[in-house]
Structure formats: structure tokens, C-alpha cells
């Protein structure tokens, strides 16, 4: 086979990203697109000893499970890799991701896991309560917004983004139609040079409260008060008719100019709360810059998880899917297995989500998270739910966790667990085995290093005791699974 030659395959399997595994004269090739019983027309683009990697031309005998994808640019997007594939096998693909991991990673036997079905949508779209699309130019030189295409910094415009809210849209418009009027350009990779690099859009699903923050290249932001004219309405008031409260914004009427036909209709958006820019003139693929300049509103907006309040700013880690991040939590508090009596450490806390969730029937909780806006969030959080039996730490889990337990003697009846995809140091985990909570509840978003933890804590004597998936990520391959260990003895002696 060589480069660019088109061949004939049946795909028989999936990979964990989601591309068509078939094999040719026992040679494996990855298809990108290809959905497990489609019979397709590929082309080779890239060869090695013992597998390939070719590019979907043709489905010339479609799955039973193929689907024709509700977003017209998925393809070119990349970033929903299952979109051809009904929900119902979506499901079961990542059910099977996520043993398959713990088999051939943790060494867990198949009877060892009980795995209780996967926690899917009801409705897998419109789920993510935040977005950030990349400005550019198409080649026309018009202004356009999106996401970058798999791999590449190649922006492929999709300002109604099926898995978002509904307002992205209009709001990505009014962000156009202001960068027009104020002749502001957006920010070029290869130059350095332009001024609107991202959009940041958030919503709280219970509250509506929307948050927009341009990202720019950029000490200042010209014209801001006409931004927030045109994204509160012509008078520069939200809904509760509450006058701008930052600097230079005098309310005048400034809507019924002619537009071409691309005006807004003068109302704004419906929950608008908080308007801000964020400071970024670094070459770096880093989206947010650390200087946030208020421009409206508070400079946060508010959401529930269950009858848990929080704040979330620009910058704070917030889960992008609530319904599901109810269940999610629910399960964890569930696995917890909380009476009242005990202390809970939460480690990877982020703006205290779990921590907060788990203070409601724990006699103390404490959470660990390294980013420093993170902890006055969720100090913040607990103070406005009136929770007083949560305290936070700032620090590496690694570090404070050790810390806590040898200097200064606090134990853990249980300890929660919500690392990042690399999962949890070792050094962390050996204190965990050292401290001997009677229950472990690991919140993993990357089954492989769940999965290598997990026969960490399982060799330092806990037990799988049972597992569920919860699909935070419709559309996607990445899933998240809650795990509830047990301590069951010391295996090691």
C-alpha cells in the first residue's frame, strides 16, 4: 500500500479517540469518522510498520449505529468525534473505553469491577454551559468565529455550536457587528498582531445569568461601553433595570441605525449579568490571561448544583455540563456513604463543586486545590451557602495532604479524589494509604490513569467495590466515572 492509494475496509472496532479500527491483509488502519460495521472507501495518508492511518472518502455500507450528524461542520470541527454514531452505541463505546482501561491497565478481572449502567442524557444537546471560540478572518477577510479543526489552529466557523447554548449565536453576532463598527480586528497567530483572540460565554443553566469576557491582545478595549450597550440593550440596563456599574457607560439610546439588515433588535440579551475582558499579549496557546478588567455587572455569575450555590468567574473551573454534573455528584456523595460523623478530605477541589455537595451531610470537610482563585472561590462559595464546616487549602495535593497528616495529625474517614487527566502523584496516593480512609471515591475525566491509580490503592489493600460511568460529554469520546473504594486490609504484608 502506498501513500494516497484508496482501499476497501470494513470497520470492526473503535479506538479510544474515537476513529474506525478495520483491518486489510491483517495490516491495521485508523479511520477518522468511520462508525464499527461500516463498510467504507479509504485513502492511506500515513504508514507505519504495523498500522496506518487513512481518511474516510466513502461509506459505501453504512452501520446499523451510523447516524447522519445534526451539525453540518462536524467533520470539518472535529471536536464531537462520535457525532455519527446514535447515542444509544455512543453509550456503549464508552462503557466499553472505560473496562476495557481497567482490564488492561489496572489488571482488574471482569468480575472484580461492578460498573452500574452508564448515566446518559435524556437530551444530548445543548448541555455546555460554557464555550470559547477563537476570532479570525475566513478568506474573504471577514471576521469570523468558531473552533480550531482537530490538530490544527485552523478555525472552522460554527458560531451555533449544537452542543452550546442557545444565545452563543446572538452573542457571537453582536461581538461582530461591534468589532465592524469600531473597526477593531481580530487577532492574527502569525502576526502577533490584532486585538479579539477569544470569546468566553458562560450561563447558569438554573439561574439564566449570563457572563461574556472577550479575550484580547490588548492593555484596553475600545468602544467598550458600546459593547455593553449593544449586549445589555440601548440603555445599558439589564432586566431588573439596573444601571451599568463601571466606568464611562452613560445609558444614552443608541439603537435604530441602519446596519444591514445585522442590528440587533435593541433588547440585548436576556440574562445578560457580567461583561469583562481578560488581558492576553502572550504567544501562547493559552486562552485566558490573568488580568480581568469588569466592564459590567458583578464580574461573576451565580448557578446551582442541587441546592448548592456558587459563583463562577471568568477564570473560575466550573463542570461545563450541569445536569449531568448533579448526577455525577449525587453518586459521589452517595459512595461517600456520609452519616453526619465524618471527615472528608476533598483533594483537587477546584472552586469546592464536591467539597461544598459533601459539606451538607459531613461533620468536617477539607479541600486541597493548587490554583490560588480557585480556593477564594470556593471560600467564597461556602460563605454564601452559609457553610461553615468546609475549610481550603491552597497547595499541591502531594504536599498539603502529607502535611496535614504528619504535622499536624487530621485524619480522613473518607477522601474524595477529582485530579486532572494525569491522575493523582504517587506521592499523594501513598498518603492516602498511609491516612487508611475507609472509603477512597475517585472522580477520574481519563479512564487510563483511573485505572492505574486504582490498582495502586487496590495493591495497598482497598477494593473495587463498585463504579458508574456518567456521560458529561455527549457527542465526544471523553467520559467521566466515579469509583467507590473500600479498605479491606493490607495486601502488602
Known amino acids: 500500500m502506498e501513500k494516497n492509494q484508496e482501499f476497501i475496509v470494513t470497520i470492526e472496532d473503535m479506538n479510544e479517540d474515537g476513529a474506525g479500527v478495520g483491518k486489510v491483509d491483517g495490516y491495521i488502519w485508523?479511520?477518522?469518522?468511520a462508525v464499527i460495521g461500516d463498510v467504507v472507501r479509504a485513502k492511506a495518508m500515513k504508514m507505519k510498520k504495523s498500522y496506518g492511518f487513512a481518511r474516510l472518502m466513502e461509506v459505501l455500507e453504512p452501520s446499523?449505529?451510523?447516524v447522519i450528524p445534526?451539525?453540518?461542520?462536524a467533520r470539518q470541527c472535529g471536536g464531537c468525534q462520535l457525532q455519527a454514531m446514535s447515542?444509544?452505541?455512543q453509550l456503549k463505546f464508552k462503557e466499553r473505553k472505560v473496562m476495557n482501561n481497567l482490564i488492561r491497565i489496572g489488571k482488574f478481572a471482569e468480575n472484580e469491577i461492578h460498573m452500574l449502567p452508564i448515566m446518559g442524557m435524556e437530551e444530548p444537546w445543548r448541555y455546555r454551559n460554557k464555550a470559547q471560540f477563537p476570532f479570525g478572518k475566513d478568506k474573504g477577510g471577514n471576521v469570523i468565529a468558531?473552533?480550531?479543526?482537530?490538530?490544527?489552529?485552523a478555525i472552522v466557523e460554527a458560531g451555533d455550536c449544537l452542543l452550546g447554548v442557545e444565545e452563543n449565536r446572538e452573542i457571537l453576532d453582536i461581538v461582530k457587528l461591534f468589532m465592524k463598527e469600531m473597526k477593531i480586528e481580530p487577532y492574527d497567530e502569525s502576526?502577533?498582531?490584532g486585538l479579539v483572540r477569544h470569546v468566553l460565554i458562560r450561563k447558569g443553566f438554573k439561574t439564566g445569568e449570563i457572563m461574556v469576557c472577550l479575550v484580547i491582545n490588548g492593555k484596553k478595549l475600545p468602544g467598550?461601553?458600546?459593547l455593553v450597550e449593544m449586549l445589555c440593550g440601548g440603555d445599558g440596563k439589564d432586566e431588573k433595570g439596573q444601571g451599568i456599574n463601571r466606568e464611562g457607560i452613560n445609558g444614552k439610546e443608541i439603537y435604530g441605525k441602519e446596519t444591514n439588515g445585522n442590528e440587533t433588535d435593541g433588547h440585548g440579551i436576556r440574562g445578560m449579568t457580567s461583561i469583562s475582558y481578560s488581558v492576553n499579549q502572550e504567544k501562547t496557546n493559552v486562552i485566558m490571561g490573568k488580568e480581568i478588567v469588569n466592564l459590567y455587572g458583578p464580574g461573576f455569575i451565580t448557578d446551582y448544583i442541587g441546592n448548592v450555590k456558587y459563583q463562577i468567574s471568568p477564570l473560575s473551573f466550573y463542570q461545563v455540563n450541569p445536569v449531568q454534573t448533579e448526577r455525577l455528584y449525587g453518586t459521589a456523595l452517595e459512595y461517600a456513604g456520609l452519616t453526619g460523623n465524618e471527615t472528608v478530605w476533598d483533594l483537587y477541589c477546584g472552586i469546592g463543586t464536591i467539597s461544598l455537595f459533601l459539606a451538607q451531610k459531613a461533620k468536617k470537610v477539607y479541600g486541597v486545590e493548587i490554583v490560588p482563585q480557585a480556593i477564594e472561590d470556593a471560600r467564597r462559595n461556602a460563605e454564601i451557602n452559609g457553610i461553615k464546616n468546609a475549610e481550603f487549602f491552597v497547595g499541591k495535593a502531594e504536599e498539603v495532604l502529607p502535611e496535614q497528616f504528619e504535622k499536624n495529625h487530621v485524619h480522613a474517614d473518607v477522601i474524595v479524589v477529582d485530579p486532572p487527566r494525569k491522575g493523582c502523584d504517587t506521592v499523594c496516593l501513598d498518603?492516602?494509604?498511609k491516612m487508611r480512609p475507609e472509603r477512597v471515591v475517585y472522580v477520574s475525566c481519563d479512564s487510563a490513569t483511573l485505572a492505574r491509580d486504582l490498582r495502586y490503592l487496590a495493591d495497598g489493600g482497598y477494593m473495587v467495590e463498585r463504579g458508574r460511568c456518567c456521560d458529561m460529554f455527549p457527542g465526544t469520546v471523553h467520559v467521566e466515572v466515579v469509583i467507590k473504594m473500600t479498605y479491606c486490609g493490607d495486601k502488602k504484608k
Open 191 to 193: 502576526s502577533h498582531k
Open 431 to 433: 498518603t492516602i494509604l
Open 87 to 89: 447515542y444509544e452505541e
Open 64 to 66: 446499523g449505529s451510523r
Open 224 to 226: 467598550k461601553e458600546r
Open 146 to 153: 468558531g473552533f480550531y479543526a482537530g490538530r490544527t489552529h
Open 30 to 33: 485508523f479511520v477518522k469518522d
Open 70 to 73: 445534526s451539525c453540518p461542520v
